[in-house]
């Protein structure tokens, strides 16, 4: 069984910066995929970032693509998300993801909701304008 627990959300001005972290456990986490997503009231949860296990390969959904930064450090099975230049239309809650593991494929990863198999609890994000 994986664990996610993320954490870094919090209440900051438009402009601002802040960095998400999500540690796992478990020893699969070092070849899963790793994403994040997010839900904002009253609307369905949406991707934002993924990044394959190698770290080699990432995808973003335009409306973060230059602002925010995903990467991984398998080391410390610990996921980020870099939220710079933030915006009021990104409050909301952040889910970070993890596939089940996929030793041979170190470029795997996705943008749908199906190609993850454990999530965690999810950290508020709230820009205000």
């Known amino acids: 069984q994986v664990q996610l627990v993320e954490s870094g959300g919090g209440l900051v001005q438009a402009g601002d910066s802040l960095r998400l972290s999500c540690v796992a456990s478990?020893?699969?986490?070092?070849?899963?995929?790793m994403g994040w997503f997010r839900q904002a009231p009253g609307k369905e949860r949406e991707f934002v970032a993924s990044?394959?296990?190698?770290?080699?390969?990432?995808y973003y959904v335009d409306a973060v693509k230059g602002r925010f930064t995903i990467s991984r450090n398998n080391a410390l099975n610990t996921l980020y998300l870099q939220m710079d230049s933030l915006k009021p239309e990104d409050t909301a809650i952040y889910y970070c993801?993890?596939?089940?593991?996929?030793?041979?494929?170190?470029?795997?990863?996705?943008?749908?909701?199906?190609?993850?198999?454990?999530w965690g609890q999810g950290t508020q994000v709230t820009v205000s304008s």
């Open positions: 990044i394959s296990w190698s770290g080699k390969r990432t």
């Open positions: 478990g020893r699969t986490f070092s070849t899963s995929a």
């Open positions: 993801a993890a596939s089940k593991p996929r030793p041979f494929t170190s470029t795997y990863y996705s943008k749908d909701k199906d190609g993850y198999d454990y």
